[in-house]
């Protein structure tokens, strides 16, 4: 499997985006995904993971109230729906799928077999 993320760019601090992240074949029915991000000079970290049937959702305390996190496996795609931007939100914006049956962290990097290349969103004040 494949992921390919899209939707990153430049924009003012209060615009809105969608990240989009798409798999090149339908994902083992479990499946939980998620979106992390890498800020320059900084590690990657969780944004928001999202099961196969869509709940539970959860999100980093940084973007909850902001970010909207959805999926359609018959589209075998994922969202990120994010608004209100601000600079904190620059980052590479990476998308990842983990095996079913993984354990409860959705944070760990380690739980995701496959990952994304990333789209870059730049947000400036």
């Known amino acids: 499997v494949r992921l390919v993320e899209s939707g990153g760019e430049a924009v003012q601090a209060g615009s809105s985006l969608t990240l989009t992240c798409v798999a090149s074949?339908?994902?083992?029915?479990?499946?939980?995904m998620g979106w992390f991000r890498q800020a320059p000079g900084k590690g990657r970290e969780f944004v928001a993971g999202i099961s196969w049937i869509s709940r539970p959702i959860r999100y980093a305390d940084s973007v909850k109230g902001r970010f909207t996190i959805s999926r359609d496996n018959t589209q075998k795609t994922l969202y990120l729906q994010m608004s209100n931007l601000i600079p904190e939100d620059t980052a590479v914006y990476y998308c990842?799928?983990?095996?079913?049956?993984?354990?409860?962290?959705?944070?760990?990097?380690?739980?995701?077999?496959?990952w994304g290349q990333g789209t870059r969103v730049t947000v400036s004040s």
């Open positions: 990842g799928a983990r095996d079913p049956g993984r354990g409860p962290n959705w944070a760990s990097q380690s739980e995701y077999a496959v």
């Open positions: 074949e339908p994902l083992a029915v479990g499946s939980v």
